[in-house]
């Protein structure tokens, strides 16, 4: 080779252009913003769970309670009864229940309401004979 004939510079580039780091970008956002909802939506879920999970352990026992009274009791007369609220881990549940006479048999049917932002409710029945 001769000494005085110059090389040509090398016009390739290596490495990423800022287009190129700014579009990896904009896709790592938008990833992150997916997951982000799909979190909040699982927290809100879990709160939903929890509420009605306790509803129900709430439903349950006062349902026990009125299957052990005496079948002549004031609480089984017919009509609808207002039992109270009672407030768990800061939300207030209201209860009531309906009972029906049906010759021997009473159909007591339990609900309890509360309000976090939605209204909910749970219902369940029993029946009762002499």
């Not at 932002?117 to 029946?127: E, G, L, M, P």
Request: charged letters at 20%; aromatic letters at 8%.
């Amino acid at each position: 080779m001769d000494p005085k004939v110059k090389k040509k510079p090398c016009r390739c580039q290596r490495g990423f252009t800022l287009i190129e780091v700014l579009i990896g970008l904009v896709f790592l956002t938008l990833g992150l913003l997916a997951m982000a909802g799909l979190h909040m939506t699982a927290i809100l879920g879990n709160f939903n769970s929890k509420n009605l999970t306790q509803a129900t352990y709430a439903l349950q026992d006062r349902l026990e309670i009125l299957e052990s009274v005496p079948f002549d009791s004031v609480s089984l007369e017919p009509g609808e009864h207002n039992d109270g609220t009672v407030t768990i881990s800061g939300v207030v549940f209201n209860r009531n229940y309906a009972v029906v006479t049906n010759d021997d048999l009473k159909t007591i049917q339990y609900r309890i309401t509360w309000n976090d932002r939605t209204a909910h409710r749970v219902s369940f029945s029993t029946i009762r004979s002499q």
